[in-house]
């Protein structure tokens, strides 16, 4: 008998991040395999994503968690994005799995205690990477079974991309927040030290955030200035020209619990610079998808981004290897062979 899910996130359109993607893939994946009602408490509209449509509430919690817990109640479970979505399941006895995906767990030195009960009551976590489950065990007590499902791109088939155009270009992609934590500061302050080995290397930043505007002063000031291009938000529709461009990805990152953008960076046949702070490291293998980094080493950064930029043969084996590894680990369809076997095991029993 087919199961009835609900699927309740923040955000299901596109463009909204890495947790709109989690929550995203989590509906590709089960919309064949249940009778699936999806729910996004920030999309303004309704809208249909592959099979499913989905109701959005355009930040309006109460509607949310009304329209919720009445789909609910007709449901044999449901799937949250995160625990803070979690709150809204208000139907006792009702089984439910969450997703923990980092942000909630090294933002602050002590989990929200709200967060935590979502957690703790809940039939099984789905938990994105072992860094992020060792971060989860060493936060909160009185754990449910807890499952690691690494994560995945979108896009079933292989990206159409072939070798990038024009200079070597190091790509960083994603949010500008108050932590710089993907690393943009780091690199900005370093680029003179690259460009003094490749004269010609460039340093390219695509996404949008609160830090936007400071990331552009830092890199108007360097001395590097030419070298970098600070492009703000670029539309989905637009952004296979910005990958054809780059050369490599880096994410050198202190707060990943997976990092979602190395995978489409293997998918576009883009070797990577990741760190051995976060998650990243068991995304990207160390010396064959790209290199691992401890984000505190500048000597060990510049001589990393220097090898992909500077080696146009190593960057295209490396490259490869990583698109022979996202075929291998980080399509849908593993994805969906990864989630399934844990709900049916735990929320379906």
């Not at 955000?11 to 699936?36: F, N, P, S, W, Y």
């Amino acid at each position: 008998m087919t199961k009835k899910l609900v699927i309740s996130a923040q955000h299901l359109m596109a463009g909204q991040g890495g947790i709109a993607r989690l929550a995203r893939l989590t509906v590709q994946a089960l919309e064949t395999a249940a009778d699936v009602t999806a729910l996004a408490v920030e999309d303004k509209a309704p809208h249909t994503f592959g099979s499913v449509n989905v109701k959005g509430f355009g930040g309006s919690r109460l509607k949310f968690a009304m329209h919720h817990n009445l789909a609910l109640l007709v449901s044999d479970a449901a799937i949250y994005d995160f625990p803070g979505t979690g709150r809204a399941h208000l139907v006792p006895g009702k089984p439910y799995a969450v997703w923990v995906v980092g942000n909630e767990l090294w933002n602050e030195p002590v989990i929200r205690a709200d967060y935590a009960r979502v957690i703790q009551g809940a039939r099984v976590v789905l938990v994105i990477s072992e860094t992020t489950l060792a971060a989860l065990q060493a936060k909160v007590t009185n754990l449910p079974p807890c499952k690691v499902c690494l994560l995945a791109t979108e896009e079933e088939e292989e990206s159409p991309l072939g070798p990038p155009d024009g200079p070597p270009t190091l790509l960083v992609f994603g949010r500008h927040d108050s932590y710089f934590a993907k690393g943009q500061d780091i690199l900005v302050r370093l680029w003179p030290r690259v460009t003094a080995a490749l004269p010609d290397a460039r340093l390219m930043f695509v996404g949008g955030g609160p830090k936007l505007a400071e990331l552009r002063n830092l890199a108007a000031a360097s001395p590097a200035h030419e070298n970098i291009n600070v492009k703000g938000f670029v539309e989905e529709q637009d952004i296979l020209p910005i990958w054809q461009q780059a050369s490599a990805l880096a994410l050198i990152s202190s707060l990943e619990g997976f990092g979602l953008v190395i995978a489409e960076a293997m998918r576009h046949g883009r070797p990577v610079l990741a760190s051995l702070q976060d998650a990243g490291r068991e995304v990207n293998a160390d010396g064959v998808t790209g290199y691992n980094v401890d984000r505190n080493d500048d000597g060990a950064i510049v001589a990393k981004v220097v090898a992909l930029l500077g080696d146009t043969e190593k960057a295209r084996r490396m490259g490869a290897a990583g698109r022979m590894r996202w075929r291998t680990h980080f399509r849908p369809s593993s994805f969906r062979e990864r989630l399934l076997p844990i709900l049916q095991e735990h929320l379906w029993r």
